[in-house]
């Protein structure tokens, strides 16, 4: 069982990640709205892994995950990304993210994806 952070701006992706993911047996320790919270809720939650939006509003999942990755080098991040964003999800993978994740979500790639992160 994880420890998990969800991040993103719509509040229905945080519900099907978290029914998803609390099924599956982790704990869902926070949840945030943009980038700014990510880091924020990183910082005093220190989570075993974050599922981050690539797309949000006031700081985006990419401009998140390079602020976790400089604090915390061994963060382990997922990116959330909606169909045809593949230059975005080339650039999560290259700032640090472990696996990316494409909505709709399907729940045996995302639960796939969050154990080979955490292994």
Do not use: W
């Not at 969800?6 to 599956?24: E, G, H, Y």
């Not at 990183?42 to 974050?50: E, G, S």
């Not at 045809?84 to 290259?94: A, F, H, L, N, Y």
């Amino acid at each position: 069982m994880a420890r998990i952070l969800i991040v993103d701006d719509a509040k229905f992706m945080r519900l099907t990640l978290s029914n998803i993911l609390t099924k599956a047996n982790h704990e869902i320790v926070g949840e945030g709205e943009n980038g700014r919270d990510a880091v924020e809720l990183y910082r005093q939650l220190t989570p075993d892994l974050v599922t981050l939006d690539i797309t949000m509003p006031e700081m985006s999942g990419l401009d998140a995950i390079k602020e976790i990755r400089k604090e915390f080098p061994h963060a382990k991040v997922i990116m959330c990304s909606a169909m045809g964003q593949q230059k975005m999800v080339v650039e999560s993978i290259e700032a640090g993210a472990k696996d990316f994740i494409v909505k709709p979500f399907d729940e045996g790639r995302v639960v796939e994806a969050v154990n080979r992160v955490l292994s």
